[in-house]
């Protein structure tokens, strides 16, 4: 039997909601239609004088080279956190999953590292792989490795993809961990007697019974690359060497923060919007429909 709330006035809804909507709109719809609006406008570095210039920062920014290699970047980068940071997290919930001695322990101890603040996250990497002064850095150099992520593009990239992973597992593996545990026992112990062994167990029964879990982390960490990696790029690597780490939303922050090109800023940070909003709808259009509810 569905129960409803009915209110005595017709008011009290509307007062509840409004700090929640007030919030949505001055932190969300507000500066959402500022760099809209701004994408479309020109000024000068000191904002004293604005000319309306239609498509042309759209035109001139997708015309730049330099623009479709922070694309290219943005794409390697996005691919690589959600990959592995999924792939990693998953490993680890199927193996803390398992009925073994402190198990509890180590599932705080994998969940600590979401707590961490990005930047935080970027510096212990440094203490780790910093060419002269991180411990497996001076290793690999000492092992004959020539590393230094500070000169070289690739190993930048892979620093960067690594540590935004890194910060990301522990929040894919609350997550798969959950969902492994609400998989029924029964199913699981019933495809054991009919001979399936554990690969072809997790394959066939306990990866389809988790798509729901592993789309909507899919759809997170996605945007979370996209968005949420700032700190981790800027404490690492800056968007260097040679901008081969930088990314969208770092590219979006030079241009308005460094180089006060507001118009040309906003005009990225559409792109980058409508990127993110095209890349959700493909999901939920066409990978939603291999997930099992």
Same mark, same amino acid.
């Given at each position: %039997?569905?129960?409803?709330?009915? $209110? ?18 001055? =932190? ?8 809209? @609006?701004? &994408? ?11 000319? *309306?210039?239609? $498509? ?5 920014? +997708? ?13 390697? *980068?996005? !691919? ?5 940071? /999924? ?24 969940? @600590?590292?979401?707590?961490? &603040? ?7 990497? !440094? ?29 930048? %990239?892979? %620093? ?5 992973? @890194? ?15 609400? !998989?029924?026992?029964?199913? /699981? ?17 306990? =990866? ?6 592993? *789309? $909507? ?15 981790? !790029?800027? &404490? ?11 990314? +969208? ?10 180089? /006060? ?5 906003? &005009?990225?940070?559409?792109?980058? %919007? ?20």
């Amino acid at each position: %039997m569905d129960r409803k709330v009915v $209110f005595k006035q017709r008011l009290l809804p509307y007062l509840l909601l409004a700090p929640q909507l007030l919030i949505t709109i001055v =932190f969300f719809f507000w500066p959402a239609g500022q760099a809209v @609006w701004f &994408a479309f406008l020109r000024q000068d570095a000191f904002g004293i004088r604005t000319t *309306f210039v239609g $498509f042309e920062n759209f035109a001139e920014l +997708l015309a730049d080279p330099l623009y479709l290699e922070t694309i290219r970047n943005t794409a390697v *980068f996005c !691919i690589g956190v959600t990959a592995i940071a /999924l792939s990693v997290a998953l490993l680890l919930a199927v193996l803390a999953d398992r009925q073994i001695r402190g198990a509890g322990g180590y599932r705080i101890l994998l969940i @600590w590292p979401y707590a961490i &603040a990005p930047a935080v996250a970027a510096v212990l990497w !440094i203490f780790l792989f910093h060419p002269q002064i991180g411990l497996i850095g001076r290793a690999l150099n000492g092992a004959g490795i020539a590393w230094d992520y500070k000169l070289n593009g690739d190993q930048a %990239m892979l %620093m960067v993809i690594l540590a935004s992973a @890194w910060k990301q597992v522990s929040y894919n593996f609350i997550f798969f961990l959950a969902g492994l545990q609400s !998989i029924p026992k029964s199913v /699981l112990e019933a495809a054991a007697i009919d001979g399936a062994r554990s690969v072809r167990r997790f394959w066939t029964i306990t =990866f389809p019974l988790l798509s729901p879990t592993t *789309f $909507f982390l899919l759809v997170v960490n996605l945007v979370y690359a996209f968005f949420d990696t700032f700190g981790v !790029i800027d &404490a690492l690597t800056k968007g260097g060497p040679a901008k081969a780490t930088e990314t +969208l939303i770092y590219r979006a922050y030079v241009d308005g923060r460094v180089n /006060l090109d507001l118009g040309m800023s906003s &005009a990225q940070s559409v792109v980058l %919007m409508l990127v993110v909003i095209l890349l959700t709808a493909i999901q939920f259009r066409f990978i939603e429909r291999r997930v099992h509810y």
